[in-house]
């Protein structure tokens, strides 16, 4: 099993930008994609961004040019850097983990990953 946990969430105005960041610690050796999420009030959990761990990424239409998905092996830990942030980018961001050989609906959708960090939330006014 591997555990996540977010940090780094907060409060910004339309424009600005932010990083989460996710730990991961446990088997992580079985990891090979890692995720991005949230889930704004009343809606469905969607993707944000993923990164396989040969470096391959994949975005949100929403999101694309504005977001960027990274990961650091040493510190076993991914980061989303979010910037030209809107107002409907408010929302709970979760970080998922994908074990290998878990059953795949595609990079974004959240049935192909297999753990989860607690969340963080990102506030954007206007």
């Known amino acids: 099993q591997v555990q996540l946990v977010e940090s780094g969430g907060g409060s910004v105005q339309a424009g600005g930008s932010l990083r989460v960041s996710c730990a991961a610690s446990g088997n992580t050796d079985v990891v090979n994609r890692w995720g991005w999420f949230r889930q704004a009030p009343g809606k469905e959990r969607e993707g944000v961004a993923c990164?396989?761990?040969?470096?391959?990424?994949a975005y949100a239409d929403s999101v694309k040019g504005r977001f960027t998905i990274s990961r650091d092996n040493a510190k076993n830990t991914h980061y989303l850097i979010m910037n030209s942030l809107k107002p409907e980018d408010t929302a709970m961001y979760y970080c998922?983990?994908?074990?290998?050989?878990?059953?795949?609906?595609?990079?974004?959708?959240?049935?192909?990953?297999?753990?989860w960090g607690q969340g963080t939330q990102v506030t954007v006014s206007s």
């Open positions: 998922a983990a994908r074990v290998s050989g878990a059953e795949w609906h595609g990079p974004l959708n959240d049935l192909s990953y297999t753990d």
């Open positions: 990164i396989h761990r040969d470096g391959g990424t």
